[in-house]
């Protein structure tokens, strides 16, 4: 049976762009080749009806972990419509999907694949598990040309401006927009409560902070996707620059008034991130939705992703993810703290009802009073 899908479209080359602007009942026109997780959560929590792509969603390279989160939750997946199709839909327009085509009134936009369940399932992730081995063995060549050429983040201290933050001896909390990392946050803030770490925002992990009640003491990044209001409320502001010193993300900082320095380093700002940590001697380094497995790596699509291997074998042990903090630590009260605490709080009480006769005389009143004799 044909499905019918109408609603408001609102349409962006760059996922995370589009997110800022969707509203719920939305249908998101994106250009994302296999789409990865991060985007798909963001996806939904706008709450929008159906994903249009452009291009494939799920092309079968690698087990891309996007198309299933969707699914899983209900989304419709049009995908491979065609970049021509940017230029035919007009963003705020109503738009309807019927099955494969989709509409603008009476005129035909365009049409694409259903990407289903068992589409996924019996066609796409058998393709992808059998090219996964070829992807890992490009990957890893790939890896190793780039460690070559960024084998200096560990050869070489990292050149650093002067930081007013201080790092010395104390915990570094550093957020990164990555996968489940609003829900890890969330789970950890009793932890920053109390252990009041250096918080680091990388570009829109800054955001994440504010969003639970914490100020960033650092954001580091290229400014690509962090709001101004968390810019605003930050302590400090570091521009990732290019190898070469070029630093865009200047020009942004400056159109607000606002103060930064930059660094030049290869790699990406959440390699950057942990660098600062590590140079300015903190102590320990608790890493949000950081990058952390292969799929990660692969969602990640910058080639080789050497830098990260090569600045988490420079920092060692020194790191620690806060999905293993959040099962070693536990914030807060405990329930069988808390009962031990009205036990003994309850003692003396006890003791003091049984050598004296006048409260003794009260509990029997009392009983009394409410029929228990």
């Excluded at 536990?330 to 605490?341: E, K, M, N």
């Amino acid at each position: 049976m044909e499905k019918f899908i109408r609603g408001i479209l609102k349409k962006d080359l760059k996922t995370k762009n589009l997110c800022k602007r969707l509203r719920p009942g939305n249908i998101a026109l994106i250009a994302h080749k296999n789409l990865d997780e991060l985007a798909a959560q963001e996806l939904y929590e706008k709450g929008i009806k159906a994903v249009i792509n452009a291009l494939n969603t799920f092309s079968g390279e690698y087990p891309a972990q996007g198309t299933k989160y969707l699914l899983d939750r209900g989304v419709y997946i049009l995908d491979n419509v065609g970049e021509n199709f940017f230029s035919l839909a007009t963003e705020g327009k109503y738009i309807t999907i019927a099955g494969n085509s989709v509409f603008c009134g009476v005129d035909k936009l365009g049409q694409g694949r259903v990407v289903s369940k068992d589409f996924l399932k019996k066609r796409l992730l058998p393709l992808a598990e059998e090219n996964l081995k070829h992807k890992l063995d490009l990957f890893i060549q790939n890896t190793l040309e780039y460690a070559r050429m960024e084998k200096d983040l560990i050869l070489d201290n990292l050149r650093l401006p002067e930081i007013k933050t201080n790092f010395f001896g104390k915990h570094v909390l550093v957020v990164v927009r990555g996968k489940n990392y609003k829900k890890d946050l969330w789970t950890i803030r009793s932890y920053i409560k109390e252990e009041k770490p250096v918080l680091i925002g990388v570009d829109g992990g800054g955001d994440a902070l504010c969003e639970i009640g914490f100020c960033p003491d650092l954001i580091i990044g290229d400014m690509d996707s962090v709001q101004d209001r968390t810019l605003q409320k930050a302590g400090e502001i570091i521009v990732h620059a290019y190898p070469d010193g070029r630093a865009p993300g200047l020009a942004r900082i400056a159109s607000l008034g606002l103060k930064a320095e930059s660094i030049a380093a290869p790699g990406t700002s959440e390699d950057l991130a942990f660098l600062v940590a590590y140079e300015k001697k903190a102590e320990l380094i608790v890493a949000v939705g950081t990058h952390s497995h292969m799929m990660d790596f692969l969602e990640k699509g910058r080639k080789g992703m050497a830098s990260t291997f090569l600045v988490r074998l420079k920092i060692g042990d020194k790191l620690v993810d806060a999905k293993g903090l959040a099962h070693l630590y536990r914030g807060g009260i405990r329930w069988q703290y808390l009962s031990i605490l009205l036990a003994a709080a309850f003692f003396p009480i006890a003791v003091l009802a049984v050598l004296s006769p006048l409260v003794r005389h009260f509990f029997y009143l009392l009983s009394w009073k409410f029929g228990l004799h």
